[in-house]
C-alpha cells in the first residue's frame, strides 16, 4: 500500500531534550516536506527536500533541522525543543516525474514540549 | 506572497443540506488548487484537485468544486451532507516557479459541523 508513515504518533518531552520524528514513504517520491499545523493558522511548511541532499527552508524552519540521506526517508529533528514547537506535525511526499503532482500526508505526529 | 483565504471558521448545516465552503487565493500564475479535510484526530485526505481544464472538478465523497479565475475562487460544494462529513476542510494552493511550485500553501481551514 502506497503511504507516508510517520514515528512516533505521539511524543511528549522536555524543553531542551533533543528529538527526532521519522518520515518514510514507499512511493519513490523526490519531493518531501513537513508542515505543523496550530489551531488558527493552518499547516504552514517547515522544510522541504526536492531530492536526495538537497533541503530548503519552508516558511517556519527556526528551530528545526532535518535530512535527506535516502530518497524514502526525511527526519525532523529539534535539537533543543520549546514549549512553542508543540504542534502537530506532518509529512508529505510527492513525485517530480512530469511536472508537479499532488503531495500525500503521513497520519501526524502530535508534539507536546513541557 | 501567495495566499489562499477562507472566510469562514466555522459552519454548521444539518443533515441533508447543501453546502459550500468558500476559498479565496491570490493572483498570481496559474494556481494549482486542492481541498483536503481532516477528521477529528486523523491527517489530511485528499478531497479533489484542479490542475487546468475544466474547472467544475469532481473529487471523493460526492464533493465538487469550480474554478473561478475572474473572482479567484474555488469553493467546495456537496448537494447533500451527511453526518459523516463533520470535519474540517483545508483550501491549498501551489503556483510559482521551481521549487516554489511545489510549496503548498494552506488556508485557514473551515470546521464543518453537521446537525442530526
Known amino acids: 500500500e502506497a503511504q507516508v508513515t510517520q514515528n512516533p504518533r505521539y511524543l511528549i518531552t522536555v524543553t531542551g531534550k533533543k528529538l527526532t520524528v521519522t518520515c518514510s514513504q514507499n512511493m519513490n517520491h523526490e519531493y518531501m516536506s513537513w508542515y505543523r499545523q496550530d489551531p488558527g493558522l493552518g499547516l504552514r511548511q517547515i522544510y522541504y527536500?526536492?531530492?536526495?541532499?538537497?533541503?530548503d527552508k519552508g516558511d517556519v524552519p527556526e528551530g528545526y533541522k532535518v535530512s535527506r540521506k535516502e530518497k524514502r526517508n526525511f527526519p525532523l529533528i529539534l535539537e533543543s525543543p520549546s514549549p512553542n514547537q508543540t504542534s502537530l506535525y506532518f509529512c508529505a511526499s510527492s513525485s517530480l516525474a512530469g511536472g508537479y503532482d499532488t503531495q500525500y500526508f503521513g497520519p501526524g505526529t502530535r508534539l507536546t514540549v513541557l | 506572497a501567495q495566499s489562499v483565504t477562507q472566510p469562514d471558521i466555522h459552519i454548521t448545516v444539518s443533515e441533508g443540506a447543501s453546502l459550500e465552503l468558500r476559498c479565496n487565493y491570490s493572483?498570481?500564475?496559474?494556481?494549482?488548487l486542492f481541498w483536503y479535510v481532516q477528521s477529528p484526530g486523523q491527517g489530511l485526505q485528499l478531497l479533489l484537485k484542479?490542475?487546468?481544464?475544466?474547472?467544475l472538478v469532481q473529487g471523493i465523497k460526492g464533493f465538487e468544486a469550480e474554478f473561478k479565475r475572474s473572482q479567484s475562487s474555488f469553493n467546495l460544494r456537496k448537494p447533500s451532507v451527511h453526518w459523516s462529513d463533520a470535519a474540517e476542510y483545508f483550501c491549498a494552493r501551489s503556483g510559482g516557479s521551481g521549487a516554489g511550485s511545489y510549496q503548498l500553501t494552506f488556508g485557514k481551514g473551515t470546521k464543518l459541523s453537521v446537525i442530526p
Open positions: 527536500s526536492m531530492n536526495v541532499e538537497v533541503t
Open positions: 484542479y490542475f487546468s481544464g475544466d474547472t
Open positions: 493572483y498570481g500564475a496559474t494556481p494549482y
